[in-house]
């Protein structure tokens, strides 16, 4: 695999082994407990984490706590204007899988049994969207995370923190034949296939979805677009603890 | 009326006639045709104007466009988290009352027969509230409208602003006993009375919306919140003609 | 200000001062602790006044009570006929400004702390609209809240209404360039600016909603149009004064 | 049968066929095409009958019209106060049931091809329950689409009533073991059976409810609602002639 | 009344009096406490009880239990596609009015208080329909509800069932001008009016629905209707027994 | 890779790449075009394919077809009852998640420019639920889909089926430690991590999604699930072409 090349098919001219610019500010939020404002090139998401003192009710005197996320898109986050969830009366289809799909990545490295019975929501929303917005939401929702937790040590309320290792997420696809890694908006709306991968700090899988978009793909296919996100996931998890310091 | 003196009442210490630290980023959302983050002191809304190729039913064949608004809080905006409209599944009465205020706004200053049939939906999303959302929506708002309209102009869509002025809007309110412009949240959560004003740019009224908190007040105190938000919205109007350049 | 001349632009013939033909019937609906049906002209409003033995959650163990207000109009109240909000599943936007609006007038008269934790709802169902509807229905409402504060009181439960004042509403506008009071339907869809006073019975502003429908207006307008509710809500208090007697 | 005594069971004291004061006012409504206020003693339901000028897609281009009916009570109309479906976001299974039973009854007495590709839009709206409301509102309900049919023929849209008979409504139920007519609400909450009896004004059936509250019910028993009903109803359709004389 | 002749009316041939094959599988729903596949000719309705250990708020520390049911037809198992109501967001009239039907016919043969503080919840989903799906549905209703509670006798939660009776239902209907039992949706769908007739193990009414779907019917119909309904459920109630035997 | 022993963990006591018995019954459903009731052990899911001579609006005029699925539970399918979508009123995350993946996979083997402008609806409802229901539905579904089309080939109305191959899919998970295919309930709600392979019948990636239910896993485990996958899908298509002949 050639992971250096400048790719001659991609709109943005990266090679195929390249993450856009990602960026992570802790704390942009004002009011949150934890936040970051993360950037994957033109795909930005707000994280904010909110400590609350209640769980739900399924975790009422367990001792447990809970971490869970929403998510969101400003209406015209996208290309073009996408009507407003709250105006139409539901959440989609869409953001439900992703906001659940977040909330199971954020739990797989928190000890439940670590904060005493509190939920943290992470509210993930987009404020602008080019493609990959989940997968940076579970990267900006681990750092938001970890600061809550920080909070809640600042005053005392738990001695260390119930984060057990990292999390985060990248998109790669087979766009006109190669496997790429970070999907942009003009890959993602053309590719064959696409898939999210979510990964411990220490490589783990958390979570697979891999779809094919238009024809079946090889599993040595899946097998390069795995390895293009570990690469990629190496580098995120780098600068999440230069964010959490 | 003195204008200049410190407040000993106000908890930021302001004068009762200064404004807070107030502004204007056009352009700052990627993709609208218009936009506009507008800050009234620890207060952001981010304004978004979008322009789209069709009007609402009863404007069909009608040759007229329409101006409308739409309103939300990122649920941290919030000093404590708010829950999410979009998973509780309706608007409140609330972000009803005030999409409706911002959109009748900036209708009042739009010739709505001189941009054909089209709608500017000019989404207003609060990413931090400290009091006076709604008015620093209509403020931003018609930055962002001005921007949408001069984005038609460049595409050769129509040939002048169907802006016919400029409007503004600030919050005024009875604050232990004395009347105070531009109230921030712990002066608002706490007035005997808070009034909206919306003015045109030469000064005329478009929208009173004034609200006895406790008990009533009096007409020479509502005379002094009308001066005062003139005041303030001179100076909003000039800011604002500095942003659109 | 001429005060009683014939009006040669008002649909109706009445001086630019003069308020409808107004009535307030008490006890109008058989089983409600307190209620009224309030007629100004062609509008007819009943309003029943529910006690409710306890209060809404954010008020449990304080001590205070509450006083709300629900609004409805019968699908064939209006000139043509309007969907039923119940069938169409939510209430509109309108109904919701409309019903805060009456509740947070009856509250600014209530001493909230003066009849235990209960709760008062007051439902103002339009049974046949001409304009005006909801200053109809707080001029109302304020007969059927006293008539269930009587009934509390007669029943030996508390001692004396928690009514610290009155509270009466009335419509104005710019009809034809002319500054009009109590708009009827036909002004309400053809003015130039409207109004909604609330106004307490010794003169204190509660309530001030001012929209101008095409163009801004000046604030000598905005003057005569509160001289003219002054005046009107004169009248309708010494109506309910009478109509509790 | 003893037809006329005085009974000694009924909370009214009325003889078990006798109905309660039954009242028809057509009219009642401002706007309406048709409208009857109906009282069945102390129900009181406001039928108003509106022409629309445009059937449901399943008729369009048919040459043939549609009556349905929408139902609602307002909130206080209950002895104790009930919620609003409008602000419930719903309407009951009941409510939907007895609309749909009165739309039903009253297209049993109406020729749909006789007024065009039009819908008339029963409304009833209980301002006072008492039982009987569904009843009430379908005898009134025949009243107000007559006079609905009257204007369309008033303004040559129509030449004769497309009406083919009357229509009118009775319950009848076992109380303390005794067959009895025109139920009201302290004897309908306490009864054995209840029967909704939908008659056309020559005496055939049109819609039959019973409902055995507590245990199975015989034949003979029916048979004697039965009968209640017949004469009941008898005196129901020469109160409708009356009303539309 | 000639009750074994064929018919030469019906589409299927029967003889007006005669029931299609109707067959009773208890159990066939593999974790409810009680269930029945049932099937009249071509409709297919599966029955489930479900033993829940909690009732509704309004029963709570009365010592009674309930009984209800839920209805729902499977979207494909009408001739045409029907929309499926979880995706619509809301049940129909219909459906609701069913529902209810169910679940007070079981009450009706239901010691409430000979169960504890239970509630049974019947679900009857359709998964074939050829008309009389309601009816199809209380009767094997009752056969899931007796499995039920005999699943409550065997853990020693109960001594003995608190069923006191057995009840079944059918339609019957007026088909070209002759009186039929059993409609199928050939006939239902064209009939003249149609009734659907609950009745007790020892022929007592639980529930009359009767419907004229064109015009008026006549007193002596409907007992002809009544007769042949007994003469149906009697052998519905035989092949109960068998089934629950 | 042992394939054949017996499992000393497996609640079943399954060898670990042993599939549950697995029976497709095509036509069960009485009214559909196409239609298969699928067993995967004491799974069972009905599959109903509906023909709408229609298409989404976003492909009117395009020419092309559209395949979707939509997917719901008895209520009383599980273990302990769920509540009815239908009277909730929405249908939560994952019902959305499961009927977008049914729909995507059934797509991805069909050629949509192959059937003209029809919708091809396949409803899964799962009568009893033991695990694997969605794997079940899309295997299951496939069959529906060729029988629907089979029936458009019948009518003359399209020469040759539009699939363009197989889709099956089945879940792995880690239970106990071991890789084990086609989990059942049992080990479903509490295994190590669970995945869903949709493969094609070539062995072609479709969709991949695998959650780590408690703590990170390794790519060597990812492997040995897909390499289970492929095992049992290959038998799974098998089957399939057996039940279309």
Request: net charge negative; glycine share 12%; aromatic share 6%.
């Amino acid at each position: 695999m050639n992971q250096s090349g400048i790719s001659s098919v991609r709109p943005s001219g990266r090679a195929r082994d390249a993450m856009r610019k990602v960026t992570l500010e802790p704390g942009w939020a004002g009011h949150a407990e934890g936040s970051c404002l993360v950037r994957f090139g033109g795909t930005h998401v707000l994280c904010a984490a909110s400590v609350i003192e209640r769980v739900p009710p399924f975790l009422r005197n367990s001792g447990r706590g809970w971490v869970t996320a929403e998510y969101g898109m400003l209406p015209r986050s996208t290309h073009s204007r996408t009507d407003r969830e709250a105006a139409r009366g539901k959440q989609s289809g869409r953001t439900q899988e992703i906001q659940r799909l977040i909330g199971r990545s954020l739990r797989a490295v928190t000890d439940l049994e670590g904060f005493g019975e509190r939920q943290i929501t992470v509210d993930c929303d987009v404020l602008r969207a080019d493609g990959g917005t989940r997968t940076a939401a579970i990267t900006g929702g681990w750092v938001a995370l970890h600061q809550a937790f920080g909070w809640l040590i600042g005053k005392g309320e738990i001695d260390e923190t119930p984060l057990i290792g990292q999390v985060a997420a990248v998109s790669c696809g087979i766009y006109e034949g190669e496997t790429v890694l970070d999907l942009d908006y003009a890959e993602d709306s053309a590719c064959q296939a696409d898939a999210n991968f979510v990964l411990s700090g220490d490589g783990g899988l958390i979570e697979v979805q891999a779809t094919a978009e238009d024809r079946p793909f090889a599993q040595s296919q899946f097998d390069e677009l795995l390895a293009l996100a570990k690469h990629g996931i190496t580098g995120l998890c780098a600068q999440q603890r230069a964010a959490v310091g």
